[in-house]
């Protein structure tokens, strides 16, 4: 949607740093930052000392301890790392906590099904035995078999149901001793040490320590922090200001089961926006209430790009389309993750390389039969109302209605409905995070085309290098780089084993070589520890 001068607002997800807050001027209590620290860009041993902020030394730092934290560890682990070599600094519970909320909320429960391919999988670096083979031997039946076999012509691509992974991670975060590494706590900033390496400073939870603040001295430090949170458009949160009304008016990615159960208590209307896989579950979420409860859930759905057809700059990128919805398969063509894409994205710089990303991004959804069944059938019986058009105004209406004006392609029109269900996406700008606002401002970091931070090939992160030391980065953070897939399962591992072998050219780790690969295999698959 067009955006107006209304403030965007962000919301924060489980485990999230936050929006960046500057800290007060001056130690609050012993061991806290100093206007000193916190003004200076390059620290020595002797300014953090007379701080009075403990220190810890430690090779690797992690910041983040989500996905992206656990597969680099797991891949530095295989690689002979110790775990008293590692500290992965982190407010989450289990590194999938995040990822699980943000399934969860936006209606892909763990026996959902996720979007993310039968090889893609976070505990097993070597994707095999793949996700469909082992969710076979486990139900006994060849049917996802002959799925991987046919898809996606014959049949959908095959995914696997979130629950599945997230048990299979938890089991791999056993096996490689991941709890030993973790320490809980907010960090607040990275910067770089005078004589080589960094400093990462935590704030550990309240009465835990004797000092407010704790500095983690490492050589090596990685930043994967996922998104800072969610962003409202500026309608949204210009109604839920001004109406203090958080019930009607949601972002899917906020917990919102109120709005199907007062659907379920009686019949009413539904708004929904946006044309990406979390509109598609929402979608499904309401039909399948309304199929179940033989509910008379009314459906408006808008969306801001109105797709009927095939789309693409020529012949070889062209992208399915129809009845609003872009089509692909995954977040990107497969080919992003290890065929021309991905080659061809690492040649290029600045524009050519952004606008490569315009014509292969995008909005898009999977076309998954059965939603393609259950839409059909509530265009023809007219509860499911598709459309292109732009929220301009929302009001309060009666008893916990919203009067909704739309501009569309027929004018103005007015509708009453229950709620607004917003499927627009999370929160984009990296200088919304403290950690990596004060990486731009402090440590040299810079952004790539696309505004997110810059890392080169190896995912180290440009500007900031200080000898011996390296700053890695991986994730949604570092979209727009010379790799595309980031943000997924596939991407994390890709940008895990990147990091990895920079690191063993380093001396840091052993290198994954064919003889260590089988073995650490075999150990995977009787489940031995690394």
């Known amino acids: 949607m067009r955006r107006s001068a209304v403030r965007e607002e962000t919301i924060l997800l489980p485990g999230s740093a936050g929006a960046y807050v500057p800290d007060p001027s001056g130690a609050a209590q012993p061991g806290d930052l100093t206007t ?21 030394d430690v ?46 909320v936006s209606q892909i429960p763990r026996e959902e099904r996720l979007r993310s ?28 078999l002959l799925q991987v076999a046919v898809e996606p012509i014959f049949d959908d691509y095959y995914t696997p149901k979130a629950g599945h992974a997230f048990a299979t991670m938890e089991k791999e975060y056993h096996r490689i001793s991941y709890p030993e590494t973790v320490v809980k706590g907010q960090v607040r900033m990275v910067r770089r040490r005078v004589g080589g390496g960094y400093f990462t400073i935590l704030t550990p939870p309240e009465n835990t320590t004797p000092t407010r603040r704790v500095a983690y001295r490492s050589r090596f430090v990685h930043v994967a922090i996922g998104y800072p949170g969610l962003k409202f458009l500026p309608d949204l949160m210009d109604y839920r200001e001004r109406h203090r009304d958080y019930s009607s008016v949601v972002n899917a990615y906020e917990p919102h089961e109120q709005i199907y159960s007062r659907l379920r208590a009686g019949p009413g209307t539904v708004l929904v926006r946006g044309g990406g896989i979390v509109a598609s579950r929402v979608l499904q979420r309401l039909i399948d209430d309304r199929d179940a409860r033989g509910l008379q859930t009314q459906i408006l759905h808008v969306f801001r790009t109105f797709t009927t057809k095939s789309h693409g700059p020529h012949i070889w990128m062209r992208r399915r389309g129809g009845d609003g919805w872009a089509y692909q398969g995954f977040n990107y063509p497969k080919s992003v993750w290890g065929g021309q894409l991905k080659s061809r994205m690492r040649k290029l710089e600045g ?21 393609q069944r259950q839409m059909a059938r509530g265009r023809a019986e007219g509860w499911y109302r598709p459309f292109q ?38 929160e984009a700008d990296i200088s919304e995070h403290r950690v990596l606002a004060d990486l731009l401002e402090h440590s040299g970091a810079g952004r790539n085309p696309l505004d997110r931070l810059d890392v080169d090939r190896t995912f180290e992160v440009r500007g900031t290098r200080n000898d011996p030391g390296r700053m890695h980065a991986s994730g ?29 050219r380093l001396g840091f780790c052993k290198r994954l070589g064919p003889i260590r690969s089988t073995s650490q295999w075999w150990k995977w698959a009787r489940g031995k520890p690394v």
């Open 36 to 56: 000193e620290l916190i003004e200076t860009d390059w620290w020595s041993d002797d300014l953090v000392a007379r701080a009075g902020i403990p220190v810890v």
């Open 59 to 104: 090779p690797f730092v992690s910041i983040g301890g989500g996905i992206g934290s656990f597969v680099t560890v797991d891949y530095l682990r295989i690689c002979g790392v110790p775990t008293s070599s590692i500290r992965v600094l982190t407010q989450l519970e289990h590194p999938w906590e995040s990822y699980e909320y943000l399934t969860r």
């Open 117 to 144: 391919d039968s090889a893609s999988c976070p505990d097993n670096i070597w994707g095999f035995p793949s996700y469909a083979v082992r969710e076979a031997f486990a139900t006994k039946s060849p049917r996802r």
């Open 351 to 371: 524009n050519a390389r952004a606008d490569l990303y315009k014509i292969f991004g995008g909005t898009n959804t999977p076309r998954r039969r059965s939603w």
């Open 389 to 426: 058009g732009e929220i301009t105004a929302m009001e309060p209406h009666g008893a916990g209605n919203v009067r909704v004006e739309l501009k569309t392609e027929h004018g103005l029109e007015k509708v009453t409905v229950l709620g607004v269900i917003d499927c627009t996406g999370l």
């Open 476 to 504: 949604t953070a570092t979209l727009g780089g010379y790799f595309p897939g980031v943000d997924t399962f596939l991407g994390l591992q890709i940008a895990a084993q990147e990091i990895a072998d920079d690191l063993a």
